[in-house]
């Protein structure tokens, strides 16, 4: 069983930068892609970042594009998602998760292997 584990999260001031990390570990991971997403309270899981992990062809949802980035350390079976000039709207726990092969790549239900979220809080 792969397990997800994201880190990296924590309390920042508008503008400034974070990186969140998501570490694949357990039995031999061989994923066709890996995702971010994030919930913000009261609100459905939306979809953030996801990568191809094969090709490294990323896709960025509209809210994000210009800001985030994300990237991959394939020796270590690591994502990351570097996030800058963060603003409030951007306060939410982000997950990472393996994508399944062939679905969109902006929906959730293609994921599986959801880590346990880690908390992203942006003061104004």
């Known amino acids: 069983q792969v397990q997800m584990v994201e880190s990296g999260g924590g309390l920042v001031q508008t503008g400034d930068s974070l990186r969140l990390s998501c570490a694949a570990s357990g039995r031999t991971f061989n994923a066709y892609g890996m995702g971010w997403f994030r919930q913000a309270p009261g609100k459905e899981r939306e979809f953030v970042s996801a990568?191809?992990?094969?090709?490294?062809?990323?896709s960025y949802a509209d809210s994000v594009k210009g800001r985030f980035t994300l990237s991959r350390d394939i020796a270590k079976n690591t994502m990351y998602l570097q996030m800058s000039s963060l603003t409030p709207e951007d306060t939410a726990v982000y997950y990472c998760?393996?994508?399944?092969?062939?679905?969109?790549?902006?929906?959730?239900?293609?994921?599986?292997?959801w880590g346990q979220g880690t908390q992203v809080t942006v003061s104004s």
């Open positions: 990568i191809i992990w094969s090709s490294g062809i990323v």
């Open positions: 998760a393996q994508r399944r092969f062939g679905g969109p790549y902006y929906l959730a239900n293609q994921y599986f292997n």
